[in-house]
Every structure is written in structure tokens, then in C-alpha cells.
């Protein structure tokens, strides 16, 4: 074996090495406002990630299909700032609303800014349509299930559903719930 000599270059504050001297220049500096940050090579520093967060919520905010509370026919809505699921009425939102969060804030946050949103229910459960494939590529290069026998299978998987599945929600970023 012919060994051979290789070079790297060190970020002087944490201490990373790069093979690049133009990498080890931008290691712990902010890409955004050229801050200097000792954050183990980040790309943004703590206050651009925030204002890089706030600009994606009010993109996705922004984005979505606005609703009025008093027209959404759900009653479960999301509220992203507190990452909890609360009834969907406007006394329930504010009152697990934790001001402690914005304790010099008067008024309190608009629904965009604690980004209030749908829901979309689930049921999780088994899927005939992946119990099927599996069964597929666990066969042999021809295997075929019959008719009679994928019948079967999407009906006990759907009687299983109806007795055993378990409802859930996640939250619906298409659907921003605007106060009124």
C-alpha cells in the first residue's frame, strides 16, 4: 500500500476540519448575515433561524385556504405555536393559550400568528393495498394472487379496520383557520 499525504484546513473556532480553505472560512459564520456564530459549523446563526422559521410559517400561512372558525366543520383545530390540538372554538383556543409566551404582548396574537389550523383525520390500520404487494415480492417471479383471494384480504383487513383501527389527526396546512 503507497500512502499519501493529505492536507485540511481548520475552523478556528470550533475546531472542524475541511479539505476546502473556503469551507473552513464559512464554518461558524452565519450564510445569512455573516455573523459570526462557535455552533459547530451551522449555516444560519439563532436569530436568522428564527426569521427564516417566521418566513416559512407566514409562507405556509399564506398559502393555505383560509376559513372562519365559525365556518369550519371540524371540531378539533391545531394551534402550531403551542403544538397542540384544542377544541375548535375561540374561547378553548385562547384559553389554552399560554401567555406566558407573550407576557408584554397586548393584544394577543391573531390566529396567523399562533397558526391556527385544520385538521385532516386518519385511521391507522392495515393497508390491503401493502399486505398485497408484500405478498407479491415475498413470491416467486410469477406469483399472482387470485381474485377470490385479494377479496378476502381487503375485507378482513377492512373488518379489521372498522373493529381494531385507531383514529387520529395531523394537522391540515391547507386549511388556516381565520378568527370570526
Known amino acids: 500500500m503507497n500512502p499519501s499525504k493529505v492536507s485540511s484546513w481548520r475552523c478556528s473556532c470550533c475546531g472542524r476540519t475541511y479539505f476546502e480553505k473556503s ?33 416559512r410559517e407566514l409562507k405556509r400561512w399564506d398559502g393555505a385556504r383560509k376559513v372562519r372558525l365559525s365556518d369550519y366543520d371540524d371540531d378539533i383545530v391545531y394551534v402550531e405555536s403551542m403544538e397542540r390540538y384544542v377544541d375548535a372554538d375561540h374561547d378553548m383556543i385562547w384559553e389554552a393559550f399560554d401567555d406566558s409566551q407573550y407576557p408584554e404582548r397586548i393584544p394577543l396574537p391573531s390566529y396567523r400568528e399562533l397558526g391556527v389550523y385544520g385538521i385532516e383525520r386518519m385511521t391507522l ?7 398485497y404487494e408484500q405478498v407479491c415480492e415475498e413470491s416467486y417471479d410469477d406469483y399472482s394472487m387470485s381474485d377470490e383471494a385479494s377479496r378476502a384480504l381487503y375485507d378482513m383487513c377492512s373488518e379489521w379496520n372498522e373493529r381494531f383501527g385507531e383514529s387520529m389527526y395531523v394537522p391540515d396546512y391547507k386549511t388556516a383557520i381565520a378568527e370570526g
Open 23 to 55: 469551507t473552513a472560512e464559512r464554518c461558524c459564520v452565519c450564510q445569512r448575515c455573516g455573523k459570526k456564530e462557535t455552533k459547530n459549523g451551522l449555516v444560519e446563526c439563532i436569530d436568522c433561524q428564527i426569521i427564516a422559521s417566521e418566513e
Open 125 to 131: 390500520g392495515i393497508d390491503a393495498n401493502m399486505v
